[in-house]
C-alpha cells in the first residue's frame, strides 16, 4: 500500500493558480493510477482527473478541462495537479487516490487509497 500526502492548498483570488502536490510515502507510483477528487461544502465527491503513472496517459473532467493539468515527476514519487483561472465554484478540499487496478469510471469507488486532503478556497 502507498500512503499519499497532499499539499499546496491555500486561498487565492479568481483567476489565479495554485500547485497541489500528492507525495507518495512507502513506494512509488510507478504501478499506480493517481486520481484527483474534489468536495465542496453540501456536494458529493467529484473526479477532477487522473494519471497513469506509468504510461502518463490523462483524464479531465470536463469541468477543469483546460485548466487543470495532472503530471508527475520523472522519479514517480510525486504528483501535482496544476489549477489555472481558478473560479469560486473550485472552491472544495481536494484530496489525491491511487490505486493500482485498472480504471474504468473514474468512480471515487475504484480507488483504494487516499490521502487526507487540501483545502482550496478561491475568492470572488
Known amino acids: 500500500q502507498v500512503q499519499l500526502v497532499e499539499s499546496g492548498g491555500g486561498l487565492v483570488q479568481a483567476g489565479g493558480s495554485l500547485r497541489l502536490s500528492c507525495a507518495a510515502s512507502?513506494?512509488?507510483?510507478?504501478?499506480?493510477?493517481v486520481a484527483w477528487f474534489r468536495q465542496a461544502p453540501g456536494k458529493e465527491r467529484e473526479s477532477v482527473g487522473s494519471?497513469?503513472?506509468?504510461?502518463?496517459?490523462?483524464y479531465y473532467a470536463d469541468s477543469v478541462k483546460g485548466r487543470f493539468t495532472i503530471s508527475r515527476d520523472s522519479a514517480m514519487k510525486t504528483v501535482y495537479l496544476q489549477t489555472n483561472s481558478l473560479k469560486p465554484e473550485d472552491t472544495a478540499v481536494y484530496y489525491c487516490?491511487?490505486?493500482?487496478?485498472?480504471?474504468?469510471?473514474?468512480?471515487?469507488?475504484?480507488?483504494?487509497?487516499w490521502g487526507q486532503g487540501t483545502q482550496v478556497t478561491v475568492s470572488s
Open positions: 512507502g513506494r512509488t507510483f510507478r504501478d499506480y493510477t
Open positions: 487516490a491511487a490505486t493500482t487496478r485498472t480504471v474504468r469510471f473514474h468512480g471515487l469507488y475504484e480507488y483504494d487509497n
Open positions: 494519471i497513469s503513472c506509468w504510461t502518463g496517459n490523462t
